[in-house]
């Protein structure tokens, strides 16, 4: 086929094959766009020498005018422009822009909105289990407790605890996490608040995700565990880090020496900390010498101020619940320590922290918190300065 030219003087017509002419327009389109065809992005595969902002603007060169669909690519998307064509519609696509396409690993499957992962299963807490929404991702933040009886060595444990790099523990509480745990088994108690269940009528709601209480919960152990007031006063100046940067990869938690005064038992008590704060560790410690621990009570005016059969039968029935709920945790979950022999033999609690998962951490000394009542210990233990968690 020809097409007949009118020259710019409109002095005569000539006539010209139609592919040529289709050429020229394509040379013209390629000379005023500079790398891009109508529909083609250009190919940078062997070319590594263009970084991807030189791509990304080519891209959007491109972007003007190829209107497949009507829909605009943005410089860093996932969309797959051939999904419906036969040679690649099952591809991974990533956000950078790229010359080819690459088939999906099936190994790899998308991020999924609920999914199961544990952040820390190599290492902090490697038997929880992750129920994680877009209302809450309740692995993750670590924590670590110290969970005890009154005047077993508890305030000693959290003092000593707390050297360790990037731990902060906050003391007692009054019971706190008893009081926390009522926000979720409040709720479960009526079956119209069940985990994933929608309901309707007078307790309307959509369905709740598993898990989901975990993360108010874990607020109330931010709440009152915050981090020094130098850093509180110091958010948003030029230079300091936010809140989130500074506590990022912080291990948080407490000590509390009132959990078996719970309205609970010591297995609801460990399936509470397991949905709660799923990703944790915690040391329980008793201290098997009952007679001295119950006159170490009655010294600083625990129970009835006296030391009797009663005060120290209390004792005993606290360290059975103190156990049994260890034993509810497991291994991977719950250290069980005695005061009568860490107190004795600095190298128990060496193991605890080998426990922890701590490198290069080694205590040469115990201090003595509460001694004569609650007199301070200012000594250092020591630990090392290599001491490090690795992950």
């Known amino acids: 086929m020809h097409a007949k030219v009118i020259s710019s003087c409109g002095c005569k017509a000539f006539s010209i094959p139609l592919f040529v ?6 040379l013209v389109a390629v000379n ?12 940078y595969s062997d070319n590594p020498a263009i970084d991807i902002g030189t791509r990304n603007q080519a891209g959007a060169s491109f972007q003007t005018f190829n209107k497949i669909d009507d829909l605009y690519v943005q410089p860093l998307n996932q969309t797959h422009p051939h999904e419906h064509h036969s040679s690649c519609p099952t591809v991974s696509c990533p ?39 877009p209302m809450c ?45 009522l926000l979720a088994s ?25 898990q989901t209480m975990a993360c108010p919960i874990q607020q109330v152990v931010s709440a009152i565990t915050p981090p020094p007031s130098e850093v509180l006063h110091a958010v948003n100046e030029t230079g300091a880090p936010s809140l989130e940067g500074y506590d ?15 309205n609970w038992s010591p297995s609801e008590a460990a399936a509470f900390f397991k949905e709660s704060f799923p990703c944790s560790r915690i040391v329980v410690n008793i201290r098997s010498d009952t007679e001295s621990q119950a006159a170490s009570r009655s010294n600083v005016g625990f129970g009835d101020g006296n030391v009797t059969k009663r005060e120290e039968s209390t004792v005993v029935e606290e360290n059975k619940f103190f156990t049994e709920f260890a034993r509810n945790l ?24 080998g426990w922890l998962g701590y490198k290069e951490c080694h205590f040469k000394s115990i201090v003595h918190e509460n001694h004569d009542g609650y ?17």
């Open 95 to 133: 956000k950078a822009a790229a010359a080819s396409c690459q088939p999906l690993n099936e190994t790899e499957p998308p991020f999924q909105a609920f999914n199961q992962t544990n952040p820390h299963e190599d290492s902090w807490c490697p038997s929880a289990s992750c129920h994680n929404s």
């Open 186 to 210: 409040t709720l479960r108690r009526k079956k119209q608040m069940d985990y994933d269940r929608e309901y309707y009528g007078a307790w309307t709601h959509h369905k709740i995700p598993t």
């Open 248 to 262: 990022q990869t912080r291990i948080f938690g407490l000590k509390t020496i009132r959990i078996a005064e719970g």
């Open 330 to 353: 497991g291994l991977d979950t719950a250290r069980l320590m005695d005061m009568t022999m860490w107190t004795q033999d600095v190298s128990l609690l060496n193991d605890l922290l």
């Open 375 to 391: 007199g301070r210990d200012h000594s250092d233990p020591q630990i090392g300065d290599q001491c490090h968690y690795p992950h």
């Open 32 to 43: 005023e766009f500079g790398l891009f065809s109508v529909g083609q992005a250009a190919d």
């Open 21 to 26: 002419l289709s050429m020229l327009v394509f």
């Open 137 to 181: 991702s309740p692995c993750n933040r670590r924590y670590l407790f110290i969970v005890a009886a009154g005047r077993s060595g508890s305030t000693t444990l959290l003092k000593m605890l707390n050297f360790l790099p990037n731990v902060r523990l906050s003391g007692e509480n009054n019971n706190e996490l008893y009081i926390a745990s």
